[in-house]
């Protein structure tokens, strides 16, 4: 196995035979609780970092294999993942919600996220769909954090 492989299947994740971007959705958990310090230029730029690094990998994998997004990639899912968690606090009620709020939007693909993944072509498609979905996911994060949060 490749280097590329190893890393744009998110150490394998990418390979399990069921919900595999579920599974880099959690690497893109454990990625931003690792990572992050609650410092949103440091943050940011580790994120940044990230996702750049994910265009080139992925992009270099899809050449290798001949494929775009197919599910074994889920290295677009770890940075997804991770915008999505960006503003937020390490706690694992925030995770939990963050990960469901951003499995919801990188299935369902509302909003101009499902023209993104099926018309932009290469690995700059296959990372920004899962952005967005993340933008989405951060976002819907905030609001409840806001506004629903003290409510309980």
């Known amino acids: 196995?490749?280097?590329?492989?190893?890393?744009?299947?998110?150490?394998?994740?990418?390979?399990?035979?069921?919900?595999?971007?579920?599974?880099?959705s959690l690497l893109g958990l454990f990625a931003a609780a690792t990572l992050f310090r609650g410092n949103l230029i440091y943050d940011g730029l580790v994120l940044l970092t990230l996702t750049t690094l994910s265009v080139?990998?992925?992009?270099?994998?899809?050449?290798?294999?001949?494929t775009h997004d197919s599910?074994?990639?889920?290295?677009?899912?770890?940075?997804?993942?991770?915008?999505?968690?960006?503003?937020?606090p390490v706690s694992w009620k925030y995770y939990l919600v963050g990960f469901?709020?951003?499995?919801?939007?990188?299935?369902?693909?509302?909003?101009?996220?499902?023209?993104i993944d099926q018309n932009v072509k290469g690995a700059v498609g296959t990372v920004l769909d899962d952005l967005l979905a993340g933008l989405l996911a951060m976002v819907s994060l905030l609001i409840l954090v806001r506004f629903v949060e003290p409510l309980l």
């Open 1 to 24: 196995m490749t280097l590329v492989k190893f890393l744009s299947t998110g150490f394998c994740l990418g390979l399990l035979p069921k919900a595999p971007g579920t599974f880099g």
């Open 56 to 66: 080139i990998i992925i992009s270099r994998y899809e050449k290798q294999a001949k």
């Open 71 to 88: 599910s074994e990639i889920v290295l677009d899912e770890v940075v997804g993942q991770m915008l999505t968690l960006l503003l937020v």
């Open 100 to 115: 469901l709020l951003f499995r919801f939007f990188d299935i369902f693909k509302p909003l101009g996220i499902r023209w």
